[in-house]
């Protein structure tokens, strides 16, 4: 799953508006990115729930980061756009949550969690500063 259009469009649109010199709206930046603008603008409200975002209402309303780029992690960008911690596999997060009750004997679930945890920690180490630079 790693990395949804959810996610992908999260990341453009905070790219346009970590640019910008004053909030955009949802129809602009949905036209500028191309991006249909009812899922751009549940995702753009769901990084203002999580506190990426400031919306602002009114005839100059729209939305600008709230906080510098270097602060916002890609680790929060994803969670806020998926609703859930980007995930490299469709398993259990601990062995005692394993649906089937065979993590004891799950050979494979010690590397996939390990390496879970590694692109955790760099997905929350990188900043949308980060992508901005290359």
């Not at 909030?23 to 990084?47: V, Y």
């Not at 005692?96 to 590694?118: D, R, T």
Request: charged share 25%.
């Amino acid at each position: 799953m790693l990395m949804t259009r959810a996610s992908e469009y999260a990341l453009l649109s905070l790219i346009v508006l970590a640019k910008a010199d004053k909030p955009m709206d949802a129809e602009t930046l949905s036209r500028d990115l191309d991006i249909s603008k009812s899922f751009l603008a549940k995702i753009l409200q769901s990084m203002a729930r999580k506190g990426i975002l400031n919306s602002y209402k009114g005839a100059h309303g729209g939305f600008a980061l709230a906080q510098d780029s270097k602060k916002i992690s890609v680790h929060a960008i994803m969670c806020a756009a998926e609703g859930k911690s980007p995930a490299v596999f469709d398993c259990a997060s601990s062995e005692s949550k394993c649906p089937s009750e065979k993590a004891s004997a799950c050979s494979i679930w010690p590397f996939l969690n390990n390496l879970q945890g590694k692109i955790d920690h760099f997905l929350e180490e990188l900043t949308l500063a980060d992508i901005m630079e290359k």
